[in-house]
């Protein structure tokens, strides 16, 4: 007949430490790497932001999509300008960064995405006005899109929306970093890269130079060409 062996007390309790110390390891090691994968979901949004905004523009006679309506036009937001969002659920979830919770949770019906309730928003200085792409010399370095939220006591913190307003200000929707402090930028020569500032420090996205500025410092990226 066999005998089956029975852990002591000190036996479970090694167990147990071992099961701990390796869960202490493994899980930051599995943060990161989620982390890592919504970051690079991001960039893949934002990167495709930026295609069907080139196909836009590559219709449009070179004019980027408009926020001041033209003469005669009638007024329509950014986003259904390049996508087809009423019929189209899978361009829904373009406009969503996994990191940004609320809007993932929150934003499910077509009036949202209509109201601009969404992780990006477009540079403010381009939408203002109808803007021609050729009318900017330098493309690599002009901020189109940009992660967004609005910093303040007030509303969802984090939340993203439609607009970017190329200062910063509490009361605004400003560029917000998601990412281990980097927000992902869409340029407007269509590459996407994560913009840092020093100290990780998301007001110092807009103060600078090394990352995005304001139209305000001489190395402006928000479309004002020196």
Known sequence: MKQHYKLTLIELLVVIAIIA?????????????????HAIACTNNMKQIGQ????????????????????GVPLTRWQLQIFDLKNNKSQQRILLCPKDLYRVKNSTTYSQFVDGLFSYGFNRLLQLNQTKVTSLRRPSETILYCETAKISSSGVPGAGY????HWYTENWWAAYPRHNSACNTTWLDGHVSAVRARGNNYKRLYTDETALGNPWLANCKWGRNP
């Not at 439609?162 to 307003?165: D, P």
């Open 21 to 37: 110390i390796l869960a202490s390891i493994l899980l930051p090691a599995l943060s990161q790497a989620r982390d890592r994968a």
């Open 52 to 71: 069907a905004t080139q196909m836009y523009v590559n219709e449009s006679d070179d004019y980027l999509p408009y926020g001041n309506k033209p003469s």
């Open 162 to 165: 439609y607009g970017l307003y």
